[in-house]
């Protein structure tokens, strides 16, 4: 339901109007990152009690490898033999992560700045209203929205390598 609003309670503090559109943006950040954390913990992770293990993947990759001839037997030529390599991958490293933020905001308005009072602290504040636009009834305010990728956070990025490297043979 939309409540009409008259000249009188139109008036409306000059930081609020400003201060309304960064605090939104600054929620939509939140929810998106609330997504992303709801994504990884349902997907790529199993809760166990108070602490949560990746899923992984089993995988096997078969390839040719080349052996050498060994010494004493007849046939002193190398030998192509079949490697199968077995591993288990964590599905967080191989899934796409988009890190999404809004990366730019942009508001236009026009306002009539009619009152100056204090504030109960005694600072003084600017009231005023937006002006209506020309062409329609209505309050004006152009608000223009940007959102990016950006780069997946330290701490991702520290516990994917951590996969990976955990992927690679150690030496005993």
Request: a negative charge; charged letters at 20%.
């Given at each position: ?36 954390i ?7 992770f199993?809760?166990?009690g ?17 052996t ?23 599905l ?26 204090n ?52 030496s005993?």
């Amino acid at each position: 339901m939309t409540e009409q609003i008259t000249p009188e309670e139109s008036l409306q503090q000059l930081a609020d109007l400003m201060s309304a559109p960064l605090i939104a943006a600054a929620q939509a950040n939140a929810k998106m990152s609330q997504a992303q954390i709801d994504f990884l913990l349902a997907y790529c992770f199993t809760k166990n009690g108070d602490s949560y293990t990746p899923k992984m993947v089993k995988m096997e990759l078969t390839r040719n490898v080349i052996t050498p001839a060994v010494p004493g037997e007849i046939d002193q030529s190398p030998k192509i033999v079949e490697g199968t390599t077995s591993f288990d991958l964590p599905l967080l490293t191989i899934i796409p992560l988009s890190s999404l933020a809004v990366n730019q905001l942009e508001v236009k308005f026009e306002m009539d700045i009619s009152h100056l009072e204090n504030n109960p602290e005694g600072e003084p504040q600017l009231l005023g209203k937006i002006l209506k636009g020309t062409k329609e009834e209505g309050i004006k305010m152009d608000v223009s929205l940007n959102a990016a990728l950006v780069p997946l956070p330290a701490g991702m990025v520290t516990i994917i390598e951590a996969f990976t490297k955990s992927v690679q043979p150690i030496s005993h």
